[in-house]
């Protein structure tokens, strides 16, 4: 069992000239390395987790080191991208709930994103693309690069890809630094890819590191969740939804939240944070800072009742920039008329009452042709089913 239980209280004091704007300016910012102890997911521990009346949470599959993103064939075959550098396609041949048999179809460094569409395969690592068919088995053919050349991990080296319904491929490509100007002008995007040919362009900018993003199933509206900026005190940044609109601009590095400046870096063009601010779109929903969100998907399925079609399900990992530790739960997101509403606790438990040990860290969402939801925990290598 891997034990840390690490506290690290760091002051943070940044006082300079920035042109003529201000002066000189000074804040103070407290900032908490924490980071719970982990545990095992015993039986008990899993049986214990708060959800709603009715649900209940089973492992589908586990012993699968570190499992992140998902996705589904038209035949059921669920595929998981590990940081192993691999992915593993996991059957459930008997319709129990449980995964009855694994097998590794593609090796890559770097995947992590991953996608189907017309018995297509599509992944992503961290400067390509690539896709293949899938086999009558399940296996996955050879592997074609189509896209290619895009920037550098840094910091963000999670890439992620989603089909828009019958449209084209949208990546996420995270920012390189915590915040900084950027030297590629598609780092901190949102992109979008013909599939047929790879041509890509800019779709939206200014977003830190969107990992988790799907499309309203009424709306058609593109929303997803931004991990905000380190740093900046246990309650900032806040962690962002965002309704991502062709050619809008969210902010980061410069501004967050409904317009609140950070102070660590100055606009371009001698720019005022409030006159950039006014220039960008404002985040839809925020939630507790450093509580890292990773995949949103909107529920489409029938298992659930009526009431979860068309709310969003967030997966949050968990902080470790935060005293007292937050995120390591899964939440939803109500919407009304196609725009958010509110947004409650769905799955919590996996972080303890006092904050210092946990034993899971939610990353991956996918719904199941039955209608229920796996979600990955790249922790204790398990993937959870959700029912009703």
């Given at each position: ?53 009715g ?19 038209e ?25 009855d ?12 994103g991953i ?17 293949a ?108 939804l ?8 969210y ?70 920039n ?6 390591y ?25 006092d ?34």
């Amino acid at each position: 069992m891997r034990k840390l239980f690490l506290l690290i209280t760091i002051i943070c004091t940044t006082s300079f000239y920035a042109q003529e704007k201000e002066g000189v300016i000074s804040e103070e910012k407290v900032g908490h390395i924490y980071k719970p102890e982990e545990t095992e997911a015993t039986a008990s521990k899993v049986n214990s987790l708060s959800k709603p009346e009715g649900f209940k949470v089973t492992k589908f599959a586990e012993s699968l080191g570190e499992p992140r993103m998902m996705a589904v064939s038209e035949a059921g075959n669920v595929y998981v991208t590990r940081r192993e550098g691999d992915v593993v396609m996991l059957k459930d041949g008997n319709k129990d709930g449980k995964a009855d048999s694994r097998e590794i179809v593609v090796t890559k460094e770097g995947a992590h994103g991953i996608a189907i569409q017309d018995n297509m395969f599509y992944l992503i690592t961290v400067n390509d693309i690539f896709k293949a068919e899938i086999n009558n088995d399940g296996s996955i053919g050879e592997l074609k690069k189509f896209v290619e050349n895009l920037p550098d991990g840094g910091q963000h080296p999670n890439r992620t890809i989603r089909f828009k319904p019958n449209e084209d491929l949208f990546v996420s490509v995270g920012s390189t630094c915590n915040a900084c100007p950027e030297t590629r002008e598609e780092n901190a995007t949102m992109l979008r890819v013909d599939p047929a040919t790879g041509e890509r362009m800019i779709f939206a900018k200014g977003l830190r590191n969107t990992i988790g993003f799907d499309w309203h199933p009424e709306s058609g509206e593109l929303y997803g969740m931004d991990h905000g900026i380190d740093w900046l005190g246990d309650d900032d940044q806040k962690e962002e939804l965002n309704k991502i609109e062709e050619g809008g601009n969210y902010g980061w590095p410069y501004v967050y939240a409904d317009g609140e400046a950070n102070k660590a870096d100055e606009p371009p063009n001698n720019m005022s944070w409030e006159e950039y601010a006014e220039k960008t779109k404002f985040p839809q929903m925020l939630f507790t800072a450093h509580s890292a969100p990773m995949d949103l998907i909107f529920y489409r399925g029938e298992m659930f009742p009526s009431e979860y079609r068309g709310k969003a399900l967030v997966t949050f990992h968990g902080s470790w920039n935060r005293k007292p530790a937050s995120g390591y739960k899964l939440r939803t997101v109500d919407f009304e008329n196609g725009e958010p509403t509110r947004s409650e606790d769905f799955l919590t438990g996996f972080l303890s009452e006092d904050g210092t040990s946990r034993f899971g860290r939610p990353v991956g969402l996918v719904e199941l042709h039955d209608g229920s939801v796996l979600f990955s925990d790249d922790q204790n290598g398990i993937i959870y089913r959700i029912s009703y």
